[in-house]
């Protein structure tokens, strides 16, 4: 099964988010990818490619994740976020922001960020059929 989709991942290491971004692109998913939360938010606002979802690194040199989490929130509600990253300090610091907690933990396992995907995006559907 393909996917289909756009997806922006915003990692500040280069080659966990070039790996990632393969990845998801050999799998059918269209990839925008950010090294920061500014980057991000200039390929949101631009709209550039309809991103669907946002998978941010909680944990990163140059912004802690959750400020853009909140921000994403606010301004594309129909976006999904997926918060990556050390589940200890990601856990610690996630509060209120995501219901279930970080959905993933570095190492990333590129098949359980695919699985997580298609089912945030089957969620997405079945809320928009209802």
Known sequence: MTG????LIVEDDVLVRHALAEYLRDCGYK???AVD???ARQLLVKGTGGIEIVMVHA???TDRGYT???WVRAKFPDVRI???GSLATATEQAGSLCEKGPALTKPYDHKLILAHIRRLQAARDRSKGE
Do not use: K, P, R
């Open 82 to 84: 997926i918060i990556a």
């Open 68 to 70: 853009l989490t909140n």
């Open 4 to 7: 289909s989709g756009a997806i």
């Open 31 to 33: 990839v925008a990818e």
């Open 37 to 39: 939360a500014d980057e």
């Open 59 to 61: 944990i990163s040199q």
